[in-house]
């Protein structure tokens, strides 16, 4: 699925649908629960055996899933990490884009001004032409 990103009906707040890097998250959480059942499953095999001496080829294999399953795992809590720092960085930027969309529609300090005195112009035209009619 494509993540597509802005307002919720009414100007909510931001949305967003899964994307690439859920989908990623979530194959690298597989991979995390992999590599822990693999790590569960050696230590069960090496449980019957009474130390690391009897199989070290056992061991060696438990400390390498073990090791793999630790790098899994942080590579994962750091992807969730980014993932909020990104989604907080979208929420930042759909929140100035709300905010400078709207002082586009304010009219300028000049842009009032210049208005203004167009409606002091015709309020003064509107008050000579009904004095020139008076004198009439």
Do not use: H, I, K, N
């Not at 979208?90 to 304010?106: D, F, I, N, P, Y």
Request: net charge negative.
């Amino acid at each position: 699925m494509r993540t597509t990103f802005g307002l919720m009906p009414g100007g909510m707040g931001p949305r967003c649908t899964r994307g690439p890097s859920d989908r990623y998250r979530d194959d690298l959480q597989a991979v995390v629960d992999q590599l822990r059942g693999e790590l569960d499953r050696a230590q069960q095999m090496v449980g019957g055996a009474s130390s690391s001496r009897e199989d070290p080829g056992r061991s060696v294999l438990e400390g390498q899933l073990a090791s793999a399953a630790a790098r899994a795992e942080d590579a994962l809590s750091q992807l969730r990490e980014r993932e909020q720092e990104l989604r907080t960085a979208l929420a930042r930027t759909t929140t100035l884009e709300a905010e400078m969309a709207e002082l586009r529609l304010r009219p300028e300090a000049a842009e009032v001004a210049r208005w203004r005195q167009e409606a002091e112009a015709a309020v003064r035209w509107q008050q000579e032409a009904a004095e020139a009619t008076r004198w009439r």
